[in-house]
């Protein structure tokens, strides 16, 4: 391993990438250590048999910072955008019934009863306070709106976003911009309303919420991490594992000393500054040789486990139309399912001609126990209900398991007070900084725009100590 420059990012999933990738943008020298063999932690697109399937995240939403981050990739023509008008549909009663998307569809659609639209539509003339104490999703809906739009709409959503338990899973932390609205405004649709006016409508803003959709890459959602890792060149290390943590002295300046495995004898690098983007588990070893401190709310972000179970079907077989999004499965439909996403009709190269590609999750933090099953059996059983619900008379053509023990962090109740204390205990050890989807949420929008302020922090920390040298942005990535 070469000589390591002042800042070490440690994990090379997308926020320890795109870290990087900002602070090389603000002319500051870096070197990221990745423990695996290739970058993007979960990211992961392949090809089967003539499908390409995602074994991770299975699109993205585009925001304006990974916007700007994939025109300095040279991505853009490789960019796919999925139609934003292509239903999503939810499971009741066994048939596929279409989700409201405004306000004309929340009134027509037999989701819901007429209790929860009548409160749905007057929310607007209630004021009302949220609890000074944390607050489950679930007790923010029930209040509000009732059980109906929890069961039929919320549940399921936060099922395809966090793989969550609404009655976990904490409102402020989750979604603070509701939680916001209520507390300024005394209505979630009173508050939605004056943000939007607030919003500037200069042509650039046009574009952006023009822009604004589900999107993906033409070689899956993988392109973006590899682009990354790509613009990176030597500065990124595969099969690096940072053993230990420590502080010493250096040139009167704080800094680190990292003992990394490599293939061979470890070695001892320094570093001004540490960006700690690994996994919850690794972090917190690394930062508990600097802190016993840290082990302790790390401890308390619980994660949900997910199996993603991908397939290739004939689409003579299947009974039900493919055309949208796909589905989601309340709980109360009695499978283990969490719902399915039909991406070849998103977006084109995902299927052989004739054929259809969908990806089915199933766990999540209410059903755990489907994750620790044989992949052959999680198979059956998705596969199974799958078959029942889209009427498919005949098994895939292919087929493919993945199962994460770790999937996604549960922002649940109390989550901010423990990102409050690692804040704290992360500004006594200064240049230490931590990064991941465990901050402002796990997508890969919200993981790029934390990268992006994480870079920021870590330049504002180098001009204190006087290391510094530049901000001009390296020349365009080839």
Same mark, same amino acid.
């Given at each position: 391993?070469?000589?390591?420059? &002042?800042?070490?990012?440690?994990?090379?999933?997308?926020?320890?990438?795109?870290?990087?990738?900002?602070?090389?943008?603000?002319?500051?020298?870096?070197?990221?250590?990745?423990?695996?063999?290739?970058?993007?932690?979960?990211?992961?697109?392949?090809?089967?048999?003539?499908?390409?399937?995602?074994?991770?995240?299975?699109?993205?939403?585009?925001?304006?910072?990974?916007?700007?981050?994939?025109?300095?990739?040279?991505?853009?023509?490789?960019?796919?955008?999925?139609?934003?008008?292509?239903?999503?549909?939810?499971?009741?009663?066994?048939?596929?019934?279409?989700?409201?998307?405004?306000?004309?569809?929340?009134?027509?659609?037999?989701?819901?009863?007429?209790? $929860?639209?009548?409160?749905?539509?007057?929310?607007?003339?209630?004021?009302?306070?949220?609890?000074?104490?944390?607050?489950?999703?679930?007790?923010?809906?029930?209040?509000?709106?009732?059980?109906?739009?929890?069961?039929?709409?919320?549940?399921?959503?936060?099922?395809?976003?966090?793989?969550?338990?609404?009655?976990?899973?904490?409102?402020?932390?989750?979604?603070?911009?509701?939680?916001?609205?209520?507390?300024?405004?005394?209505?979630?649709?009173?508050?939605?309303?004056?943000?939007?006016?607030?919003?500037?409508?200069?042509?650039?803003?046009?574009?952006?919420?023009?822009?604004?959709?589900?999107?993906?890459?033409?070689?899956?959602?993988?392109?973006?991490?590899?682009?990354?890792?790509?613009?990176?060149?030597?500065?990124?290390?595969?099969? $690096?594992?940072?053993?230990?943590?420590?502080?010493?002295?250096?040139?009167?300046?704080?800094?680190?000393?990292?003992?990394?495995?490599?293939?061979?004898?470890?070695?001892?690098?320094?570093?001004?500054?540490?960006?700690?983007?690994?996994?919850?588990?690794?972090?917190?070893?690394?930062?508990?040789?600097?802190?016993?401190?840290?082990?302790?709310?790390?401890?308390?972000?619980?994660?949900?486990?997910?199996?993603?179970?991908?397939?290739?079907?004939?689409?003579?077989?299947?009974?039900?139309?493919?055309?949208?999004?796909?589905?989601?499965?309340?709980?109360?439909?009695?499978?283990?399912?969490?719902?399915?996403?039909?991406?070849?009709?998103?977006?084109?190269?995902?299927?052989?001609?004739?054929?259809?590609?969908?990806?089915?999750?199933?766990?999540? $933090?209410?059903?755990?126990?489907?994750?620790?099953?044989?992949?052959?059996?999680?198979?059956?059983?998705?596969?199974?209900?799958?078959?029942?619900?889209?009427?498919?008379?005949? &098994?895939?053509?292919?087929?493919?398991?993945?199962?994460?023990?770790?999937?996604?962090?549960?922002?649940?109740?109390?989550?901010?007070?423990?990102?409050?204390?690692?804040?704290?205990?992360?500004?006594?050890?200064?240049?230490?900084?931590?990064?991941?989807?465990?901050?402002?949420?796990?997508?890969?929008?919200?993981?790029?725009?934390?990268?992006?302020?994480?870079?920021?922090?870590?330049?504002?920390?180098?001009?204190?100590?006087?290391?510094?040298?530049?901000?001009?942005?390296?020349?365009?990535?080839?």
């Amino acid at each position: 391993m070469q000589n390591a420059p &002042p800042v070490l990012v440690i994990g090379a999933g997308i926020s320890g990438l795109a870290c990087a990738h900002f602070l090389r943008e603000r002319g500051v020298p870096v070197h990221v250590l990745e423990a695996s063999d290739r970058p993007g932690g979960l990211i992961r697109s392949v090809e089967q048999d003539g499908f390409r399937f995602e074994l991770g995240p299975q699109s993205f939403l585009s925001s304006e910072p990974l916007q700007e981050l994939i025109a300095k990739l040279n991505l853009d023509d490789q960019l796919l955008r999925a139609d934003s008008r292509a239903p999503r549909y939810i499971l009741h009663g066994g048939e596929l019934i279409q989700a409201p998307m405004g306000p004309l569809s929340l009134i027509r659609t037999p989701l819901l009863g007429a209790g $929860a639209k009548w409160r749905l539509a007057t929310e607007i003339f209630r004021r009302a306070h949220p609890p000074d104490d944390d607050e489950s999703v679930a007790v923010f809906v029930r209040r509000k709106f009732g059980d109906d739009l929890l069961q039929h709409l919320v549940g399921p959503m936060i099922s395809g976003i966090y793989a969550g338990d609404p009655e976990r899973l904490s409102l402020r932390a989750a979604f603070p911009e509701i939680h916001r609205f209520e507390r300024e405004q005394g209505s979630v649709l009173r508050g939605a309303i004056k943000s939007m006016r607030k919003r500037n409508p200069a042509p650039r803003a046009e574009r952006s919420k023009a822009r604004a959709g589900l999107c993906s890459f033409r070689d899956g959602v993988e392109t973006l991490p590899r682009a990354l890792a790509h613009s990176l060149g030597n500065a990124l290390s595969y099969n $690096a594992s940072a053993q230990s943590l420590h502080r010493s002295q250096s040139n009167s300046h704080a800094a680190f000393k990292i003992q990394v495995a490599a293939g061979g004898p470890p070695e001892t690098i320094s570093a001004l500054a540490v960006v700690l983007a690994a996994p919850c588990d690794v972090t917190a070893r690394l930062a508990g040789d600097m802190d016993a401190r840290f082990a302790e709310p790390f401890a308390e972000i619980e994660y949900a486990p997910v199996a993603v179970v991908s397939a290739g079907y004939a689409q003579s077989a299947i009974g039900r139309s493919t055309h949208g999004f796909g589905f989601l499965v309340p709980r109360s439909e009695g499978l283990r399912m969490l719902g399915t996403v039909w991406n070849s009709s998103l977006f084109p190269g995902r299927a052989p001609e004739g054929r259809v590609a969908m990806a089915t999750f199933a766990g999540g $933090a209410t059903d755990p126990e489907i994750c620790t099953w044989p992949e052959e059996k999680i198979a059956e059983h998705v596969c199974g209900e799958v078959a029942r619900v889209m009427q498919i008379s005949a &098994p895939p053509v292919t087929l493919r398991v993945q199962c994460y023990a770790r999937a996604l962090p549960q922002y649940n109740l109390g989550h901010g007070k423990i990102l409050d204390r690692l804040a704290r205990l992360a500004a006594d050890q200064p240049g230490l900084f931590l990064a991941g989807n465990y901050f402002g949420g796990p997508s890969i929008g919200a993981c790029t725009k934390q990268a992006q302020a994480t870079a920021a922090a870590v330049c504002d920390y180098l001009a204190s100590i006087g290391q510094l040298t530049s901000t001009v942005p390296p020349s365009a990535p080839k």
